[in-house]
Nanobody, 124 residues
Framework: QLQASGGGLVQAGGSLRLSCAAS????????MTWFRQAPGKEREFVAA????????FYADSVKGRVSISRENAKKTVYLQMNNLKPEDTAVYYC???????????????????WGQGTQVTVSS
């Protein structure tokens, strides 16, 4: 089970930190990933982190503004978003899946487990 939180309304240039708390299993071989979906648009990859080893992946659209991290003891993944832009407005979802290879990390279809989403709204 995944529980996403931390969304809200922020002005352009502001920051938010999203959290995704996982429960119910060991995630040693899992990829933990954030996607987002704006109204009328397809779900879009944002960032991912390997639970073991901590390797990270970022969408080009957020590189330099977003940082993904994990806290093993709390089974929680964080998405720190800085210098937010109105185009970052979306519902943000966390997802988790075992055995995801690097070339597939950005594909929503490879993930079986999803959190409920948290709304991020950036005003101009």
């Amino acid at each position: 089970q995944l529980q996403a939180s931390g969304g809200g309304l922020v002005q352009a240039g502001g920051s938010l930190r999203l959290s995704c708390a996982a429960s119910g299993r060991s995630f040693s071989n899992y990829m933990m990933t954030w996607f987002r979906q704006a109204p009328g648009k397809e779900r879009e990859f944002v960032a991912a982190i390997r639970w073991s080893g901590g390797g990270t992946f970022y969408a080009d659209s957020v590189k330099g503004r977003v940082s993904i991290s994990r806290e093993n003891a709390k089974k929680t993944v964080y998405l720190q978003m800085n210098n937010l832009k109105p185009e970052d407005t979306a519902v943000y979802y966390c997802a988790v899946q075992s055995g995801v290879i690097a070339s597939s990390v950005s594909r929503p279809g490879v993930y079986d487990y999803w959190g409920q989403g948290t709304q991020v709204t950036v005003s101009s």
